[in-house]
């Protein structure tokens, strides 16, 4: 792979109840497990990151494939949900929906667009055979 960027973090404390830092001090957060598996919920966790992240990215690659097809994307959003539950196996698994909202764009574009733009994005590359990725296209 021709790397074009690398991103560090380091988590310290107890992980999920601990904090992250970027390697160059840009992003600091405290982290905490969440309410729903016995934490104490105050604090954000890896599984609201990575629905940021996946959603951000995606958002990318949409607005990449409609700049390739000369498509202007207006007040566009994608909205990220990761759930995490047992995988029967004595560890965790998760699963991913993306909720894609573009205005102003008629469905048969909208779906070829979010099929592109699954193909580009790296999350959905990564994530792509390894956990369920649900991607729904809505109005609002």
Do not use: W
Not at 21 to 42: K, R, W
Not at 79 to 98: H, K, T
């Amino acid at each position: 792979m021709n790397v074009l960027y690398t991103a560090e973090a380091l988590s310290t404390g107890a992980g999920r109840d601990g904090k992250v830092v970027t390697s160059d001090g840009s992003f600091e957060l405290g982290l905490a497990v969440p309410a729903e598996m016995g934490g104490s919920g105050l604090g954000t966790n890896p599984e609201q990151l990575f629905a940021a992240g996946y959603a951000a990215c995606f958002h990318s690659a949409l607005h990449a494939v409609a700049r390739g097809r000369k498509l202007k994307l207006e007040d566009s959003a994608v909205g990220g949900r990761v759930q995490i539950g047992p995988n029967g196996e004595g560890g965790y698994q998760l699963a991913v929906l993306l909720e894609v909202v573009l205005p102003g764009v008629d469905r048969a574009t909208a779906e070829s667009l979010t099929e592109a733009a699954h193909q580009v994005c790296p999350y959905s590359n990564a994530t792509r055979g390894n956990i369920d990725v649900a991607i729904t296209i809505t109005e609002d």
